[in-house]
DNA sequence: TCAATAGTGTCTTTCAGACAGTATATA
DNA sequence: TATATACTGTCTGAAAGACACTATTGA
């Protein structure tokens, strides 16, 4: 059930050496999906998430609002055996979506976090051709937000209110809806232990920025009292740094700080 | 970016019906890769958390242990405009996930909790052809688990100790061992916030039962009255409940409990 | 009676929510 | 000085870890 040999009968392939098996080994001729990296791009304004959706111009679900995305790009093997092994087999998936994330946005890749968030393969759910969407979410900056390109005609891409979006009723393309409340869901859950929130405000931070970000984002508010300790014990464990330089907002000058991003281990 | 139009040029299809795009649509010719769905199917036996491994028979990784797994099945679009739209596309990605653990575990379709772990598709993981894996993970109760089917000989399945398989450093094929970290990375956290481990259990269990899976999964002890108490608090939330009888283990008699799985809400 | 398991009570720490009040800036 | 925002201290309750002890059964 878990071997395929294409081409090739298992038996044939048990006896020869692996590259002798692989230059053999030609590829089966079963249909096959198209893979498409679709993108819930959040960002929070005026103390709202909002979600970046493009405008459809034709069909299917012409007129209505989807999330962007595109294809991942495969390249087929190679005719002669010369090439096998270690032939170019097109862009990781990450890869795609990164490069999805930079066109959509026009901004420059790994400016964002970016997090496969679940892959969705209901037959029909695209009704041209069959497709699995692997679905990956972004935080944008609000710094970064205002850059974004809003309406190059291909595809004019805008910030939407998702708690608008939510309470008006609107049905998104394809099965949208459910990707963009399942991306929801996934960062309340982990903004809570996780410390994507810091993805969320610009480098530099006070303490009301980041609560703002949260209540955005849980959609509820917090006890700024309760906030500030946690964020006392966030520095007290070096998660965030005081910065050089405050802020100042109509009363009293606040403390900036800067999130310690820690270094991947190897 | 976002829109694909197959062989129609956009413009065309901005100014047709969607049931006439549809029919005239066909699919454009670009290279798709397979999609298969990995399982990281788990256990717990003698307090102790396996993972169902098959040994490959062919190339590559010939004689190296790997996940099961298979392919998603993928149906073309029939070629006379009649069928459209609405034509079969063949399975969805869940159920291509639950056949395969059907098939691999010899046990029958929905007798065991099953969630998608994520998706892996970086390019050469596969070196015979471009393959996207959908990783699933599945949980099999201690009482179906000698049931399953250890060695009918395409694919010789064995329950491998997670811990003992780390400890060797074994490689598996493929990239399985990256699936497999994340499979166990995954249940244990989440077998803290959500119900899991009654899919671990028979369906009554005693309180160290429980305690004992746990332990199995998260790889370290309990304080067994420090779970009492949390066992407590999950019984006066209703969420599990007495059950009739009682076992006895060499000592003192045992109440049996059951899962009182909520209902799906419609 | 002994061994083995089932089950309970209490202390301590940690953390979150909910409360009122002080400090410092601009206007 | 008035007002808006920044920041602090304390009480309370929920829950987890770490401790010693009692209860019931089979051998």
Redesign the interface.
């Known amino acids: ?6 081409k090739l009968s ?1 038996a044939e ?2 006896d ?3 590259a002798e ?2 230059a053999a ?1 030609k ?1 089966r001729e ?6 498409a990296p679709d993108l819930v791009i959040f960002t929070v304004l005026d103390t709202d998430l909002k979600v970046l959706l ?1 405008r ?5 679900f ?1 007129g209505f609002r ?1 999330l ?5 790009n ?4 190679p005719e002669g055996e010369s090439h ?3 032939w ?7 890869a ?1 979506a990164h490069r ?1 994330l930079a ?2 946005t026009g901004l420059p890749e790994g400016s964002c976090y970016l997090e ?1 968030l ?7 759910r695209d ?4 497709v ?1 969407s ?1 679905a990956y979410y972004a935080l944008v900056r609000p710094t970064l937000a205002p850059l974004v390109v809003a309406g190059d005609d ?2 004019a891409a805008d910030w939407v209110s998702v708690q608008a979006l939510f309470d008006s009723g609107e049905k998104l393309a394809f099965d949208h809806d459910e990707i963009l409340r399942m991306a929801v869901q996934r960062i309340r859950g982990k903004i809570d232990y996780s410390p994507i929130a810091f993805d969320l405000v610009p480098d530099t931070f006070t303490v009301n920025e980041l609560r703002e970000v949260y209540e955005a984002v849980k959609g509820r508010t917090y006890d700024p009292k309760t906030f500030h300790r946690k964020f006392r014990r966030m520095l007290a464990d070096n998660v965030i740094q005081v910065a050089p330089g405050s802020r100042i907002t109509g009363g009293r000058r606040a403390t900036v700080y800067r999130f310690n991003r820690p270094q991947a281990q190897p």
Not at 68 to 72: A, H, N
Not at 74 to 77: G, L
């Open positions: 059930m878990s071997d395929v040999s294409g298992h392939g048990a020869m050496a692996e098996f692989l080994y590829v079963y249909p096959r999906p198209s893979v493009i459809r111009k034709g069909h299917p012409r989807a962007p995305g595109g294809f991942l495969v390249k087929e093997r096998a092994p270690g170019d087999q097109g862009e990781d998936l990450e795609a999805e066109e959509e496969q679940y892959t969705f393969g209901k037959a029909g009704p041209r051709t069959r699995i692997v291909a595809d």
